[in-house]
Each structure stands twice: as structure tokens, then as C-alpha cells.
């Protein structure tokens, strides 16, 4: 369809824009709980281990390091959806 005029091209943007707009914020929902999900597995299996074999092995090393990278995943989603909050 081609728009005839400025305000029915304006129309199907918004429309497009609108529609984008859910499909991504759907995304980054479902990223938000998958991190979520992770960090809270990560810091579980970290504890249990760190328990058994103590902080300095290599396998909760790891762990923690895995655990840091989703915590930096979470924190830069949060900083792009409120670039203000700090």
C-alpha cells in the first residue's frame, strides 16, 4: 500500500514503530528473565562448590567469572532502559 498523503504515511510509521517498539521490549523482557534464571543458577552452584572445595579453585573461579559476565549483561540492559538511574 502507498500512502496518498503525509498523514497516512505518518499513520503506517507510527503503526511500524509501535509494532517494533513491542517486539523489541518482548525481547529484551525475555533476555531480563533468562539472566535473571542464570545469575540466580550461577550463584547457587557458586556456593555449593566454593563450600566444598573453597574460594580459591579453579571451577568457582569459573563460575564467578560467568556469574560476573551475566550480573555486567543485567546492569548494561538496565543502563540502556534507564540511561539516568545509576
Not at 525481547?27 to 566444598?52: C, D, H, T
Amino acid at each position: 500500500m502507498i500512502p496518498a498523503t503525509d498523514n497516512e504515511a505518518l499513520i503506517i510509521t507510527t503503526r511500524v514503530f509501535h509494532k517494533n517498539r513491542k517486539v523489541v521490549e518482548s525481547m529484551i523482557l525475555r533476555k531480563v528473565l533468562a539472566l535473571r534464571k542464570n545469575i540466580g543458577e550461577y550463584r547457587q552452584e557458586m556456593f555449593k562448590l566454593a563450600g566444598k572445595k573453597g574460594l580459591s579453585d579453579p571451577q568457582v573461579i569459573k563460575i564467578s567469572q560467568q556469574l560476573d559476565g551475566e550480573i555486567v549483561m543485567w546492569q548494561k540492559i538496565i543502563q540502556e532502559i534507564h540511561p539516568l538511574a545509576k
